[in-house]
């Protein structure tokens, strides 16, 4: 069985993958100094429900963008599954080129993003993330990174909207409860602004990268506010929630997982 760990700004996704299936998908609020131990006391609980032991865990993979968080990670595989986790990076085997001024500066998710939509959908695409950012990805034909854009997500537009302006209020984030674009108060005014003006920028955006690289692109949203803007466009083609968790479950099969070479009981880390 293989652990899988996606470490965003927002949130850390576990899931554990058999061979075949998903046993298991969680999600707990990122805190980069969150402990090994505190992850453990969380996520040996949750293994435990779907009948899941620490020795079942043979391998791990890590893919994260906030590299305080690593130390921790890396601690908990080790100490508490006695597992070396492969650390997602542009230097591991993807099959594909990074086209990029500097490959290293490119978020591991967009390439874990653009590694599992060529493999499971084909090419040339392009991924929209919904994330702490809001993030396009371009894929060609041959599955070759190209690049992107990456605008503010949208939960920090919201933040920014409120903190800004003293007389707006936060406000959730939702489809407005009428397709009217004209709000008749504040709060559906601002609603409007979101959810539409995020629904312009999508289509707007798509379609310059579909000028730019001159052919029909298939286009995949992930994300967790994929669902909720895909009720407001047909650009989407697909949506996948577990395409950043399949990127990594690949990434894996590329590339030879490490050994742990230093005995359990001496990993006293943390």
């Not at 965003?8 to 298991?24: P, S």
């Not at 590694?115 to 702490?132: E, K, M």
């Not at 007389?167 to 407005?176: D, K, W």
Request: overall charge negative.
């Amino acid at each position: 069985m293989l652990l899988v760990i996606d470490a965003g700004n927002t949130n850390v996704v576990f899931a554990v993958h058999d061979g075949e299936k998903w046993r298991g998908v969680w999600r707990i609020t990122m805190q980069a100094q969150r402990t090994s131990d505190e992850y453990a006391v969380w996520l040996l609980a949750l293994l435990k429900m779907q009948g899941i032991a620490a020795d079942d865990i043979e391998g791990a993979v890590i893919g994260t963008v906030v590299p305080a968080a690593l130390y921790h990670l890396r601690t908990l595989c080790r100490q508490w599954f006695a597992v070396e986790p492969l650390l997602a990076s542009a230097r591991l085997d993807w099959g594909f080129s990074i086209k990029m001024d500097n490959p290293d500066e490119v978020g591991v998710d967009r390439l874990l993003n653009g590694l599992a939509a060529h493999h499971l959908y084909g090419g040339p695409l392009t991924v929209i993330d919904f994330g702490t950012a809001t993030t396009f990805d371009v894929v060609d034909a041959e599955g070759s990174y190209c690049g992107g854009v990456i605008a503010p997500g949208i939960n920090l537009s919201v933040e920014a909207l409120h903190q800004a302006a003293a007389r707006l209020p936060r406000i959730g984030i939702g489809r407005p409860a009428v397709d009217s674009v004209i709000g008749r108060n504040t709060v559906a005014a601002m609603r409007s602004g979101v959810f539409w003006g995020y629904v312009g920028l999508i289509e707007g955006i798509v379609e310059r990268i579909r000028q730019e690289v001159g052919q029909t692109m298939k286009v995949l949203a992930t994300g967790g506010l994929a669902p909720l803007f895909s009720e407001g466009t047909t650009v989407f083609d697909h949506v996948d929630s577990m395409l950043t968790l399949n990127g990594l479950r690949i990434l894996a099969g590329r590339n030879p997982l490490p050994r742990l070479t230093i005995e359990k009981d001496f990993l006293t880390e943390g």
